[in-house]
Structures are given as C-alpha cells and as structure tokens.
C-alpha cells in the first residue's frame, strides 16, 4: 500500500522553527517529485515548496523564500522542510505529496499533478 506521512508540526511561536517530515512507504521518492503544500482555515491549499528530480530542482513559494528548506534523505526515503522564522500566516495543515514526474517553472503548484497525498500535520505559530 502506497502511503505518505506527515510528522513534525505542532505549535511555535513568532520567530520559532520547526521541521516537518514526510516518509514514504510501499515506494522509494527515487525519480519522484515531492512537494509540500499547505492550507489554512476558509483558504485554498497552495504551494509552499518542491524537490523534484531528473534534473535536480528545488522549488518555494515567495512567501517561504529565505525562511524554509526542502531537503531530501534518500537513505531514509524522507522529505523535510526545515522551516525558520515562522510567523503567525504560516499557521495551516502541511501537506506533503508525491509525483511521478518531473517539474518545470510554477507546474510544481498544480495539486492535480500529484499522485500521492500524506494526510497532513497542523502548524500552528503564536503571535
């Protein structure tokens, strides 16, 4: 069975880090495309960042630029977001997913791409 899971969020205040992780299970992330999403209450999910392979690219929102890392352990089929700095817009559902293609310009934020989705770990940042 295909499964992503989310772990590592919880509640931080202003100015705080947190890393989030995303395992696979039933398939290695090799010569796949693993983006992080996320979703605040009453808005839509949207794109926060995305490593994709063949060739190797990294990806983020504006809004995470300088603030978040994604980074990728193929030893432990692991994807984490290292996130710095949180402010309190960050607060929101993570999402990480996984695709089996590879990405170019912005089509790493179209959610139909993806293929797998984890189930979400809620951020929460104090002002």
């Known amino acids: 069975e295909v499964q992503l899971v989310e772990s590592g969020g919880g509640l931080v205040q202003a100015g705080g880090s947190l890393r989030l992780s995303c395992a696979a299970s039933g398939f290695t992330f090799d010569n796949y495309a693993i983006g992080w999403f996320r979703q605040a209450p009453g808005k839509e999910r949207e794109g926060v960042s995305c490593t994709s392979s063949g060739p190797f690219s990294t990806y983020y929102a504006d809004s995470v630029k300088g603030r978040f890392t994604i980074s990728f352990d193929s030893a432990k089929n692991r994807v984490y977001l290292q996130m710095n700095s949180l402010k309190p817009e960050d607060t929101a559902v993570y999402y990480c997913?996984?695709?089996?293609?590879?990405?170019?310009?912005?089509?790493?934020?179209?959610?139909?791409?993806?293929?797998?989705w984890g189930q979400g770990t809620q951020v929460t940042v104090s002002s």
């Open positions: 997913a996984a695709a089996r293609r590879g990405f170019y310009g912005t089509t790493w934020l179209r959610l139909w791409e993806y293929d797998y």
